[in-house]
């Protein structure tokens, strides 16, 4: 492994990505863990250690991690009807099964989930690694819709459906669904719910917080995106055109 530089050696351009986006993009680790690596002296730019933070690399720049080239690879995405019982870390812990497994074979290239679903949540689920995809399609001001089918433990009164689109008081600050609605009149124990939010467990805590438990929560709709044609646990890459739409935002 290459040793670290005895000096700081920082890359001085203008232009270009900065150097964490670039590992990222070549599917070796997340940015956080580019930034580690550069931190340590681990990466060269045109044969020259740097361990300085934000350093800007351009396209025809030769970046080394460990004697080795790294450059970009393959963009790839990834459309899951996620089971119940898998988690979306990358890396757990407790050995739970994890959805990469799922997806192991799909291709040589590092995939990762776009956003998070716990572990007993099911349905739409987006894995890539396209990490400047990823963030349009989590950072609240993006505004990305879901939809979500809710089973519940009791049946849902009227009011507290109107509770959930006037706003719901959370410790971590007011939560509004775009639109909550029985799925079946004749059973109103479950309701579909949409939402922009993209705050943790946010479902099952609006819910907890109106005094029900929810039984099965399923995601039916992602940015555009829905589960139509895949059994659980199977999987399928994206068409052209879905990706095309992901990035632009323009979709139904």
């Not at 580019?34 to 934000?54: C, E, F, P, Q």
């Not at 899951?80 to 898998?86: C, R, V, Y």
């Not at 052209?240 to 632009?248: A, H, N, S």
Request: hydrophobic letters at 35%; charged letters at 30%.
């Amino acid at each position: 492994m290459q040793k670290p530089g005895k000096t700081s050696q920082r890359i001085e351009r203008s232009e270009g990505i900065r150097l964490n986006k670039y590992i990222a993009n070549t599917g070796l680790c997340s940015r956080r863990e580019a930034d580690d690596l550069i931190r340590a002296g681990l990466i060269s730019v045109n044969g020259r250690v740097t361990n300085i933070l934000g350093t800007k690399v351009a396209p025809s720049d030769v970046i080394k991690y460990d004697g080795k080239i790294l450059s970009k690879e393959k963009k790839v995405y990834i459309l899951l009807n996620k089971p119940k019982d898998f988690v979306t870390t990358t890396d757990d812990p407790y050995a739970r099964k994890k959805v990469t497994d799922l997806v192991q074979r799909a291709c040589p290239e590092r995939v990762y989930p776009v956003g998070r679903l716990d572990r007993m949540t099911t349905g739409v689920l987006l894995l890539t690694n396209d990490g400047e995809l990823t963030t349009r399609l989590t950072h609240p001001k993006y505004n990305r819709k879901k939809i979500y089918h809710v089973f519940l433990n009791k049946n849902v009164k009227g009011d507290d459906l109107d509770q959930l689109v006037n706003g719901i008081d959370l410790p971590d600050g007011k939560v509004f669904a775009d639109a909550a609605a029985y799925v079946d009149p004749a059973d109103k124990k479950q309701v579909g719910i949409e939402i922009h939010s993209g705050k943790n467990r946010i479902i099952r805590r609006i819910f907890e917080h109106l005094g029900y438990r929810i039984i099965k929560l399923d995601r039916v709709y992602f940015a555009g995106l829905t589960k139509k044609g895949l059994a659980r646990g199977e999987w399928r890459y994206l068409k052209e055109k879905e990706i095309i739409m992901l990035k632009t935002g323009k979709y139904k």
